[in-house]
């Protein structure tokens, strides 16, 4: 069999534990004996961030800018209890919030729905694709204590002259404020993001707000997706038969119940926070999240599994045990950003082997070969295969 010949090269992102020994499995087992590919490589391990004052991860940043495609493995954001394991410089801040900062992208977090493995919610079988405006409102916010007899105002100024001047609450007693903001900018990006995401899977769109409460703010949102959405994408979206629609936050809520799935979800950034989690859980296992930054044009991607670097099954594997690890997200992440390489450079049998990869993944899993994370959802007569088992039965489809 002869490899598939890639122009271009993609950024590859390792990471660390039981995500770093993934990581090598699939670039070893998965790609390089079938691909022939540039992969620059970046070790954002915590001791090579550390070892290069965490300039590497910016550089890591860029090289995906100018090459358009990245694929990250998980890595350790590190506490006071890593900076201590680690015996760290100082305590760095999460590489994907950095990633994120210079491609200036929205995350777009997506389940792989397989079959035969049970749901929480067991009706949702097609993806709900949550997209988080990671940018502003109570991440950025300001908060206050306040007394009783106090005045809570909001003051907005433009070169040092006072334009409003709103009270917001004379307290009868102590209580609590905050303000916060955003911009139109980072709104409009946003939007981009998810008409073209929404474009690229063929999912329709839904923004959600409580334009009702928050007439300027959440509406601000709203008339800033519904512009855009009619000048460049509504004719597009017609042609792929999907739509956009604006819907009140908590109405969404309700949908997301009673509707399959099948649907990229636009969140503000708390709501995006709180649903993420809600609707990973919905889906079932960590091991089945992935996950992917795209840049406002829909040119530029990061992928990535969604879970962690495992660390309980690390320890394990540093004890020299076998773990049941789950690689499908990995895999999936690796099998995304391939496709979007071949997309940019017109690679048919590189989307092929893309798209082959991924249902190899869910024909083994559909015939009942899994790690334990998803054995213990199917129950208890659900038998279950160690990593190295997982990959071997990978390796053979590929090959056969
Ligand atoms: P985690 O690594 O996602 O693991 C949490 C638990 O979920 C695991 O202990 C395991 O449960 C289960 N799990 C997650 N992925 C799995 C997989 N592929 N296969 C089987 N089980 C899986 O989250 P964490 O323990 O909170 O964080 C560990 C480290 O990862 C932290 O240092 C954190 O900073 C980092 N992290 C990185 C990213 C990223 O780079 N994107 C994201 C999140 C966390 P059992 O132990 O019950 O088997
Ligand atoms: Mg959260």
């Not at 789950?326 to 895999?331: E, F, G, K, R």
Request: glycine share 6%.
């Amino acid at each position: 069999m002869s490899k598939i010949f890639v122009k271009n090269p993609i950024i590859d992102i390792d990471g660390d534990e039981m995500a770093r020994v993934l990581w090598s499995k699939i670039k070893t087992e998965l790609i390089s004996p079938f691909i022939d590919i540039n992969l620059i490589s970046y070790d954002l391990s915590l001791k090579n961030r550390d070892r290069f004052d965490d300039k590497i991860t910016i550089e890591a940043a860029n090289a995906i800018k100018k090459n358009k495609v990245g694929v990250k493995c998980a890595t350790i954001t590190p506490d006071y209890k890593r900076v201590k394991e680690f015996n760290l410089k100082r305590k760095y801040p999460s590489p994907n919030g950095t990633i994120r900062n210079i491609l200036n992208g929205t995350i777009f977090r997506e389940p792989i729905i397989i079959d035969k493995i049970p749901k929480i919610v067991n009706h949702w079988n097609q993806p709900v694709v949550i997209a988080r405006h990671a940018f502003g409102d109570i991440y950025r916010s300001k908060e206050v204590f306040t007394k009783k007899n106090g005045k809570l105002k909001l003051v907005y100024e433009e070169q040092n002259k006072v334009k409003e001047e709103i009270e917001i609450h004379h307290f009868n007693s102590d209580g609590i404020g905050l303000a916060y903001f955003n911009n139109f900018d980072s709104i409009r990006d946003f939007a981009y993001s998810c008409f073209n995401f929404s474009m690229k899977r063929n999912f329709s769109l839904f923004l959600s707000t409580k334009n009702t409460i928050l007439q300027k703010y959440d509406e601000s949102f709203k008339e800033i997706f519904d512009e855009l959405y009619l000048k460049e994408f509504k004719e597009k979206f017609e042609q792929k038969n999907i739509f956009y629609q604006h819907r009140l936050i908590d109405d969404m809520v309700a949908c997301l119940m009673k509707w399959s799935g099948g649907f990229v979800w636009a969140c503000k950034n708390y709501d995006g926070d709180v649903m993420s989690d809600l609707v990973a859980q919905g889906f079932g296992s960590l091991g089945l999240m992935t996950s992917v930054l795209q840049s406002p044009d829909g040119k530029t991607l990061k992928t990535e599994a969604a879970h962690g670097t495992v660390t309980s099954h690390f320890r394990q594997h540093q004890n020299g045990k076998e773990t049941s690890t789950n690689p499908v997200a990995s895999i999936f992440a690796w099998s995304r950003a391939l496709k979007h390489r071949g997309t940019l450079d017109s690679n048919n049998d590189l989307i092929r082997f893309s798209d082959n990869l991924e249902s190899y993944c869910l024909g083994v899993l559909n015939q009942g070969y899994m790690t334990k994370d998803l054995a213990l959802m199917c129950g208890p007569s659900q038998k279950w295969v160690t990593t190295n088992e997982f990959f071997n039965i990978i390796v053979s489809k590929i090959k056969n």
